[in-house]
């Protein structure tokens, strides 16, 4: 699949691109910004976006700490799964740890983010040994650990068995999205993003989400339907900061006040009034200032450039 055009709100163009393999060989494609020896954050997309939805936090964590964004699998540059058991939370588990591995040096520590699909990432990989060796801190935007064709809004219906069916029949439907338009954006604002959000961002947003193959879409949408990760939450044991939006249809903040709650280690939950569910677009002065307040806390510039320099010691 072709990437974007090139747009102002576009990353810019990263110092290196790689291919880890996954568990199950899967390709997953991660794009590298930032100096070298710089601390490290990793960040993972949700459902329909790819790495350009982390455009602004690229353009200003890149001027001095070591970006690593990746394609979740069937989305931008990575290939689609081979089946229809490429796509479960284990394979988003399994693509995280590899990125780790293929971008950071033995011991070295990192703030991991992630945005809805992203953030369910991070957690369906809580118990994971490269997580535990590489992750510092951790910051959820926008996500839910379950009942998330149950707590949706995005239908205005009456909550109840109805309305949850047919939120999960939506999450799996295989309809285009058809062309970026005044209708189209219009829906997406409605369904994803707040009265709050200037037409740029949910431009922005439109022809990231569009840009996204049926095939995944449809596929990580029928995982998404029956999420469950409620005990892998409980194994995050990393400092972890939550942030969500009060106009959240697809995650209402009910999903983000009960993992705050769940969560071993909680360093508290931001609530944005007026945005939607594409927080890190929405508001991405928020998201980017609380990933470096995080990095500042838990991650040393000495430690990472340790790492780094320990692992070409060993080449």
């Known amino acids: 699949m072709s990437r974007l055009p090139h747009r102002a709100d576009t990353p810019p163009v990263p110092v290196r691109e790689l291919t880890a393999l996954s568990a199950d060989g899967a390709s997953v494609h991660v794009e590298l910004h930032g100096p070298d020896g710089a601390p490290a954050v990793v960040l993972a997309h949700g459902w329909t976006c790819n790495t350009h939805f982390w455009a602004a936090q690229i353009r200003d964590l890149a001027v001095d700490h070591r970006v690593v964004v990746y394609d979740q699998r069937g989305h931008g540059l990575s290939p689609a ?5 490429g796509y479960s939370t284990r394979a988003l588990a399994d ?4 990125v780790l591995r293929a971008t950071l040096a033995p011991g070295q520590k990192a703030v991991l983010g992630g945005h809805s699909m992203g953030g369910m990432t991070l957690m369906a990989a809580a ?3 490269a997580v535990r060796e590489h992750g510092a801190a951790v910051l959820l935007c926008s996500t839910g650990s379950s009942r998330l064709t149950a707590e949706s ?3 205005p219906m009456r909550a109840g ?13 295989p309809a285009p ?3 970026v338009n005044g209708i189209s954006k219009a829906i997406l604002k409605y369904a994803t993003m707040g009265r709050g959000s200037s037409p740029e961002r949910v431009d ?8 996204c193959p049926r095939k995944a879409r449809v596929a990580w949408g029928h995982v998404l339907a029956e999420l469950d990760l409620e005990a892998r939450l ?4 990393l400092p972890t900061a939550v942030i969500a939006g009060t106009e959240d249809r697809l995650t209402p903040s009910v999903h983000a006040r009960a993992i705050e709650a769940a969560l071993p280690q909680s360093l508290g939950l931001t609530e944005l009034t007026g945005m939607g569910h594409m927080t890190p677009v929405e508001a991405p002065e928020v998201v980017t200032a609380k990933l470096r307040e995080l990095v500042a806390a838990y991650v040393t510039v000495d430690s990472a450039a340790q790492a780094v320099s320990e692992e070409e010691e060993v080449a």
Do not use: M
């Open 81 to 85: 799964a081979a089946g229809p058991d």
């Open 127 to 129: 118990g994971r040994a």
């Open 95 to 98: 693509d995280l740890e590899a």
């Open 161 to 173: 068995a109805l309305r949850t069916r047919l939120t999960g029949k939506i999450l799996g439907a």
């Open 204 to 211: 922005a947003c439109a022809r990231i989400v569009h840009a």
């Open 177 to 179: 999205l058809g062309p």
């Open 234 to 237: 409980r194994e995050l044991r």
């Open 153 to 155: 809004r995005v239908l």
